[in-house]
């Protein structure tokens, strides 16, 4: 496996039917991947993305990804619903399942809010095979591209056995500041929340930060929500407050739970365990959500995020989703990554 770019889609296409033994997964803006799916031969998988994120920066134009030799990858469109796909994943997830180091990418249409329906019918999986996944962004009137040769589809499995370790890291950067909401009434299918502690949602949300209903959608990218599992927190975003006080968010969250709200933690700290945790990588994919990617914007952190990056890997790419998918959760406002240890797989031709 190998980092990629093209500035065009003609570009794709020469260098696709010159190596029909790889497989290209890019990523692009969702006019560019619209107007290049007819060109497009049997090994090029396209998804539509808000930005481009490479060792030098994030970017809008051309096309970046990964490529691989075909024989290691099992390629499975998602139909709508997920379970008429169910006989197809079983057969491609019993390829590579004895594989330690097998894992697999997930690309789901991000408009939807169909990730936890997906979720659930990977249910034959070993709970401890690995998944990463992203939701494809660059919304254009509510829609969202993903394609396999010329054709669309709406969502995508790609099961990944390599001749490489492989690890993968989910990164935040927001930590509790001490002040638990009770999920009292909500609706998981909607992703809804009717009620915190008994009150309207946004009023209560508000009034533990402090401000008023009418500050509160300009707080959330500083202060979504974390539901804590152990030790760990998997992020919520809030979308938008209704005019009932409910809140629609970015993923379910279930009734009667505790839930965190949750405040930017000292980046440099953050960084430092991320690096850690690699260690040493030949290659990173990297999955930012697109409000992570706002607030490093905003805060003008993108470069000191990817040079941290840069430190640990020799090559590395990845891309902003509308959501990202980690150990079977759907998750906001977080970096899901792919650190390729030993990759023995592929030249540099």
């Keep these: 496996m190998k980092t990629i770019s093209f ?8 260098y696709a039917l010159k190596h029909c033994d790889q497989t290209l997964i890019l990523f692009g803006k969702n006019q560019l991947v619209t107007t290049a799916i007819e060109l497009m031969p049997e090994n090029v998988v396209l998804c539509s993305t808000e930005r481009l994120v490479s060792s030098t920066g994030v970017s809008e134009t051309g096309f970046s990804g990964l490529v691989v030799a075909s024989q290691y990858t099992e ?12 006989a197809s994943l079983q057969q491609a997830y019993q390829q590579v399942a004895a594989d330690p180091n097998a894992f697999l990418l997930l690309l789901c249409d991000g408009c939807q809010a169909h990730e936890e329906m997906i979720l659930t019918s990977f249910y034959f999986l070993d709970p401890h095979f690995k998944m990463i996944g992203g939701s494809a ?26 001749p490489a370790k492989t690890l993968l890291i989910k990164e935040n950067l927001y930590l509790p500041i001490g002040k638990r909401l009770l999920v009292t009434k909500a609706d998981p299918l909607k992703r809804v929340v009717y009620t915190f502690n008994g009150r309207p949602a946004a009023e209560e949300y508000a009034n533990q930060l402090g401000i008023s209903v009418a500050e509160l959608t300009a707080s959330f990218i500083r202060h979504p929500i974390g539901k804590k599992r152990g030790e760990d927190i998997y992020i919520n975003s809030p979308q938008r407050i209704n005019d009932d006080h409910s ?43 697109t409000l992570r990617s706002r607030y490093l914007t905003q805060s003008q952190q993108w470069g000191k995020v990817l040079a941290s990056l840069n430190q640990v890997a020799t090559q590395q790419i990845g891309f902003v989703s509308n959501g990202e998918q980690f150990n079977w959760q759907h998750l906001n406002q977080t970096m899901v990554l792919l650190a390729i240890k030993e990759n023995t797989e592929m030249g540099d031709d």
């Design 7 to 14: 500035s065009n889609a003609v570009s794709i296409k020469e």
């Design 75 to 86: 390629l499975v469109p998602i139909d709508e619903p997920p379970i008429l796909s169910l």
């Design 137 to 162: 962004a660059d919304e254009n009137k509510g829609q969202t591209v993903i394609s396999l040769g010329n054709k669309k589809i709406p969502n995508l499995a790609i099961f990944f056995s390599l």
């Design 247 to 289: 809140i629609s968010f970015y993923a379910q969250i279930i009734p009667n739970t505790f839930v965190e709200i949750l405040t930017p933690g000292k980046i440099d700290q953050i960084l430092t365990e991320t690096r850690q945790q690699i260690g040493q990588a030949e290659l990173l994919f990297s999955i930012h959500c």
